[in-house]
C-alpha cells in the first residue's frame, strides 16, 4: 500500500466513521513489512485527523476553542504503563458504549488529568483527539467567562450543547483550576462564576456519552468537590524518575544519531529539573547548540539574568 492509497482510501471514507477507518488503517500501517514504507505511511496517517475535522465543526461553537494543530499522538508520549493502560480502556469504552449501555452501565467518558506541570496532560488530549479521530474541543475560557451578569452561565451552556449537537469528539476544559476551585463557592462572592460552575455541573450530568469530558489541572486538591466527584476516571501524571531522564535523553540523541558529548554527560549528572517538558527542553537545547556547532546553550526553563 502507497501513501496515495491512503488518501484515497481516506477520502473514500470521508467523514462517516472516523474511528473504525483509522483502526483499519493502523492495522494496514501495522501489517507493512518495508520499513521506510511504513514510516512513510504512519507520518501520512498522521496528517489525517483533527485540521480536516475542525472543518465540519459548526461556527457558532469555533468561537469556544482553539484550534490546535500540535501533531502528537499516544505513541510519542512517554507514559508509565498503568497510565497508558487506563487510556487504552478509555478508548475501548468509548468504541464500546453502545454495548456498555446496552446493560445500563455508563460510558467511562468524564476523565481528569491532574499533576504538577509538564507532564503530558496537554499533549495527551491532543493525542486521544488524533488517536481517536474525533476532533478536540479545547474550551477558550477567555471566550466562555464574562463580565455581564448570567452570561457566563449561558456560554457554558452553549459549549456544551453545541458540542452535545456534534456528536463526537473531546471536549477539553485546560487548566479548569483558573474556574472551579473550591474558592469560588467558599468565599461566596463571585456569585457569576460560581453560578456557572453549578450550570457546568449539571451539564456534566447530561453529557451526550459519545462525547468525552477531559478536565486538566495542576492543583487536583482546589477543585471544586462536586466536580471532582463527577468524574469517572482520575490519572495522574507524575514527574520522571532520574533513569526515566537518562533514558529519554540517550533515547533522544540515538534517534538523531548524534554521539553523547562531555557537555550532554556533565548537564545529565547535574540535571536538577524533574519534568518530561524539562528532559525535552535539556535536550533541545544541546541538539541546537551541536546544529549549530556553537558553545552557547539556552534552556528554555532558565531565566537569563536572574541570579
Ligand atoms: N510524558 C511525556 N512524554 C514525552 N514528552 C512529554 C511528556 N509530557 C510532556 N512532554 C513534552 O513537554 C511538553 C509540555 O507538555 P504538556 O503541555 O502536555 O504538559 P502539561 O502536563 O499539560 O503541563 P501543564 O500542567 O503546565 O499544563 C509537550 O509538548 C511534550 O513535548
Ligand atoms: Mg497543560
Request: no cysteine.
Given at each position: 500500500m502507497k501513501t496515495v492509497d491512503i488518501a484515497r482510501f481516506i477520502r473514500h471514507i470521508g467523514a462517516r466513521d472516523f474511528v473504525s477507518a483509522s483502526s483499519m488503517l493502523e492495522d494496514i500501517i501495522k501489517k507493512e513489512t518495508n520499513v521506510n514504507t511504513r514510516y512513510a505511511l504512519e507520518q501520512a496517517y498522521k496528517t489525517w485527523g483533527t485540521p480536516k475535522q475542525m472543518d465540519e465543526v459548526p461556527n457558532n461553537i469555533k468561537r469556544f476553542i482553539y484550534n490546535v494543530n500540535k501533531n502528537v499522538v499516544l505513541n510519542d508520549l512517554k507514559l508509565e504503563n498503568n497510565i497508558r493502560k487506563a487510556i487504552d480502556y478509555i478508548v475501548d469504552t468509548f468504541n464500546k458504549k453502545d454495548l456498555l449501555q446496552s446493560n445500563g452501565l455508563e460510558p467511562v467518558n468524564k476523565i481528569l488529568f491532574a499533576g504538577?506541570?509538564?507532564?503530558?496532560k496537554t499533549s495527551v488530549a491532543l493525542a486521544l483527539s488524533k488517536d481517536m479521530n474525533i476532533p478536540l474541543f479545547k474550551v477558550n475560557m477567555a471566550e466562555v467567562?464574562?463580565?455581564?451578569?448570567g452570561e457566563t452561565s449561558k456560554q457554558i451552556d452553549n459549549v456544551f450543547r453545541e458540542v452535545n449537537n456534534f456528536g463526537k469528539g473531546i471536549l477539553f476544559f485546560d487548566e479548569i483550576d483558573t474556574f472551579a476551585t473550591k474558592r469560588t463557592y467558599d468565599d461566596g462572592c463571585d456569585k457569576e462564576i460560581s453560578g456557572a460552575v453549578n450550570k457546568m455541573l449539571q451539564e456534566i450530568d447530561s453529557i451526550n456519552p459519545n462525547i468525552l469530558f477531559v478536565c486538566a489541572t495542576n492543583v487536583s486538591d482546589e477543585l471544586d468537590p462536586a466536580l471532582l466527584r463527577r468524574f469517572n476516571m482520575k490519572l495522574w501524571f507524575k514527574n520522571p524518575t532520574r533513569e526515566q531522564i537518562e533514558d529519554y535523553i540517550m533515547e533522544y540523541f540515538d534517534k538523531r544519531n548524534v554521539d553523547l558529548d562531555a557537555m550532554i554527560l556533565s548537564g545529565i549528572e547535574n540535571f536538577k529539573s524533574k519534568s518530561w517538558s524539562d528532559a525535552e527542553m535539556y535536550c533541545e537545547a544541546h541538539f541546537r547548540r551541536i546544529v549549530l556547532d556553537s558553545e552557547t546553550i539556552i534552556y528554555g526553563n532558565e531565566w537569563i539574568g536572574n541570579e
Open positions: 504538577p506541570p509538564g507532564n503530558g467567562i464574562s463580565g455581564r451578569l
